[in-house]
T-cell receptor, first 114, second 115 residues
């Protein structure tokens, strides 16, 4: 069983469209994250949720809206897509907050905006 | 604020040679430090972590790292490189942030292994 799964794996869309990426973890973890990896492979946190509650919002544009319907799922909706949103988006989960635990990463969603 | 610097965006070694990937951190509090590996077109996988126990940390695939507070370093080593070690390696420091530990990553080091 895949521990952290993301759908879709690839997403190609045009500027101005709205798209969603879904993430699910079957590890029973309390905390989930979204990270963005740019074309230079630099990874930066976007959001984190703990038990469905937003904990971290790292100055991400309002066009990005995460939603956590339950603690096993964390989705990312992006409105009015821009060229600069092209990146690989990783979902991750952690047993519980505190910073000492391993984060488990999904396979990533490669978003290409044309 | 915490930060991580990885020296060298690309390191090339011969198969069987020593691997040394450098990481320096900045933290105002005792840090939690991690090394993750990313194989092409995959997510990140934990190699090892330091959480204030032993300063020499052993990880998977023969990798280890030593926490040196005086040098604010957490360099990753492997005695003998294997072709399968070719990947992107990320050093990260974790912040205690409310109920979530935010990972701050270094810029990454791409390891190439020559036959």
């Amino acid at each position: 069983d895949t521990a952290v799964s993301q759908t879709p794996k690839y997403l190609v869309t045009q500027m101005g469209n709205d798209k969603s990426i879904k993430c699910e973890q079957n590890l029973g973890h309390d905390t989930m994250y979204w990270y963005k990896q740019d074309s230079k492979k630099f990874l930066k946190i976007m959001f984190s949720y703990n038990n469905k509650e937003l904990i971290i919002n790292e100055t991400v544009p309002n066009r990005f809206s995460p939603k956590s319907p339950d603690k096993a799922h964390l989705n990312l909706h992006i409105n009015s897509l821009e060229l600069g949103d092209s990146a690989v988006y990783f979902c991750a989960s952690e047993p519980r907050g505190g910073g000492a635990y391993e984060q488990y990463f999904g396979p990533g969603t490669r978003l290409t905006v044309t | 604020a915490q930060s991580v610097t990885q020296l060298g965006s690309h390191v090339s070694v011969s198969e069987g040679a020593l691997v040394l990937l450098r990481c320096n951190y900045s933290s105002s509090v005792p840090p939690y430090l991690f090394w993750y590996v990313q194989y092409p077109n995959q997510g990140l996988q934990l190699l090892l972590k330091y959480t204030s126990a032993a300063t020499l940390v052993k990880g998977i695939n023969g990798f280890e790292a030593e926490f040196k507070k005086s040098e604010t370093s957490f360099h990753l080593t492997k005695p003998s490189a294997h072709m399968s070690d070719a990947a992107e390696y990320f050093c990260a420091v974790s912040t205690l942030y409310n109920q979530g530990g935010k990972l701050i990553f270094g810029q990454g080091t791409e390891l190439s292994v020559k036959p």
